[in-house]
C-alpha cells in the first residue's frame, strides 16, 4: 500500500472516498508544494495495480505527441490487473499530444484509469477537462504544518520563517525544514519582495523584480508578496496603497499562469 500523501484535512475524507471508487478520469490539480504526486501514488497503489508513469523525458520540458502514442500502444496489451495511467505534469502534454490522448480517454479500456497531475485545470484543451472528475488539493492547516518541523534542528526563527513562507504548502516546508541552500533561496526572494512592497514605482524596486526571469521563480515572488499583503491587511492600518498593490501582484499571477511574458507581468507590480 502507498504511503499516505501530506494533504490537508479538509481533502483526507474525499481522497478516501477516490480509493473505493477511482475514477475513469481523474485531473488532481495541485499548486506547486502541495502533493498532487503522493495523493496520485497513493490512489494508484491503494489494490494491486500496474502503473505507468508518463514525464518529460530527460532533457525536455514537454510531452510528447510520440510518448502518448507509446502508451496507447502499451495500453493494447493484456494486463491481469487494472492499470493506472500517471501524467504528471499533464500540463507539459503539446496541444498534439493531448488530442492523441483524447481518443483514449473518451473510449478507455474498462480496467483502466487516468490520474492528470496539474497545477491549474485551465492549462489543459477543455476536451480533456471534459472528460475528467476533478480533485482540487488545499493547503494544509497551521497544525499541520508545524508537525512537520517538529524532529528539525532548527531554530524557533527559523521555523517561524518557514511556517511564514510556505504556509499551508507540506512539500515546501518539508523542503525548507532539511535544505538550508533552498531556505537562504527562499529568504532572499522574502527580502525582495519586502523591498518592492516598501518602494513601490521605484528603480531599485523595478531593477529587483527584473531579476526574475524565471516563470517559476517569479510566481514564488508573487506568492510571498501575497502573503506579506495578506499579512498587512490582517494586522495593521489598509491604506489604499496596499489594496492598489494586492490589485496588481493578482493580475500579475493570472498573467502568468496563462503563461504571459514574465517581465511585462512583473511590471505591473512595480510601475
Known sequence: MSQTPLISTNDQATVEQLTDRLPQSLMIIAE???DGVGTAHYLANHRQSEVLTVNPLPQKSTISTEQIRDLTAMLRTHSSVRRVVIINPANAMTESAQNALLK????PNPNTHFLLITTADTELLPTIQSRCQQ?????TTASQDAKLLENTTLTPQEKRQILFLAAGLPLLITEL?????????????AADAKHILEHPSSYSAIKCAMHYTDRTKALQLIDILLRFIHFQLKHAAQPPAIHQSLQKVLEAEKSLMANGN?????LKIVL
Request: net charge neutral.
Open 177 to 189: 525544514g532539511h535544505d538550508a541552500t533552498k531556505l537562504a533561496e527562499r529568504q532572499a526572494i
Open 32 to 34: 506547486p508544494g502541495l
Open 135 to 139: 480533485l482540487t488539493l488545499h493547503r
Open 104 to 107: 483514449t480517454l473518451e473510449e
Open 262 to 266: 514574465t517581465r511585462l507581468a512583473l
